[in-house]
């Protein structure tokens, strides 16, 4: 039994994505799920969620209620946006303190079940540059259920429904994963033994690959930061080798197209890729697009 803090992400006042679903619609569905459900388990249920405000007032009233009423843990839930529209799958990720062992436990265990819905894993993320885990004093899941614009991400979110996936929050904060079995963690401990699918994987191939070829020096861990963005070499037309490979299969190249030759069929994604995201469209994948990528 539990002091969970929930919360849904934005208000009517200071509004979030909105495409083919809206966030602050949708968000609001899935935490009053994630409330029946966890109060049905035996775990307290404290509302982290504010009227309609300012964003500062938004951010703070979340994180103050969680704080002052010392929680266990807290729950934003988001719905993510990034392209105008999108045709096609991009999935569920969890913006975390990557220090936490528990929220990575955590994390990790909502990710899978989501993922068993039909979700497409984009894995655990550094966010401690967003206010929600930079300022609460307990761990924080910061949970972004799909994509508002990809047609197949909302598909799926409309057939599950808003309970359903709720559901799946709920089991993986109580520590049970895929077909429900439960998984004992002592939430006290700070060597919680973490489930493989930790991190980000491509991030960490990616990692590793900027290490093998010398670029940089960093620690192989799936987490997007500073050191990651660094490491990543200024990539163009004619190279060839795994970073190549790895920006095509990012950019979803078909496996046959994945041959990590930067040509001209590369060069020209990037330049699409680089014109959809508001970028100097030049085909030459520098920081800004690496940014982009690295999302």
Not at 23 to 49: F, I, P, Q, Y
Not at 83 to 112: D, H
Request: glycine fraction near 10%; charge should be negative.
């Amino acid at each position: 039994m539990e002091k969970i803090g929930t919360r849904g992400g934005h208000n009517r006042q200071c509004e979030g994505a909105s495409a083919i679903i809206n966030e602050v619609t949708e968000d609001r569905n899935v935490c009053a799920a994630m409330n029946e459900n966890l109060k049905n388990a035996g775990d307290t249920v404290v509302n982290c969620t504010p009227e309609n405000c300012g964003e500062n007032e938004d951010l703070n009233y979340g994180t103050d209620t969680a704080n002052n009423n010392h929680v266990d843990l807290f729950v934003p839930i988001h719905f993510n946006n990034t392209y105008t529209n999108y045709n096609g799958a991009i999935g569920s990720e969890i913006w975390i303190n990557p220090s936490s062992s528990i929220s990575v436990a955590t994390g990790t265990r909502i990710l899978n079940n989501l993922q068993a819905l039909g979700f497409k894993n984009r894995g655990l993320k550094n966010g401690m540059h967003l206010h929600d885990v930079r300022a609460t004093n307990m761990p924080t899941v910061l949970v972004e259920v799909c994509f508002v614009e990809a047609t197949e991400d909302v598909e799926l979110y409309k057939k599950l429904g808003a309970d359903v996936v709720g559901k799946a929050i709920t089991d993986g904060i109580n520590g049970k994963v895929g077909s429900h079995a439960p998984i004992i963690i002592n939430k006290q401990a700070s060597n919680v033994t973490i489930p493989e699918t930790r991190v980000n994987n491509s991030i960490a191939q990616l990692q590793d690959e900027c290490n093998r070829q010398g670029f940089s020096n960093q620690k192989v861990d799936g987490f997007n930061g500073t050191n990651t963005l660094a490491g990543c070499p200024l990539t163009k037309f004619g190279a060839n080798g795994n970073i190549t490979k790895w920006i095509q299969k990012r950019l979803g190249f078909p496996t046959n197209l994945q041959t990590g030759y930067f040509g001209d069929i590369t060069k020209n994604a990037i330049i699409k890729y680089q014109a959809a995201m508001g970028l100097n469209a030049d085909g030459i994948v520098g920081q800004g697009t690496w940014t982009a990528l690295l999302r």
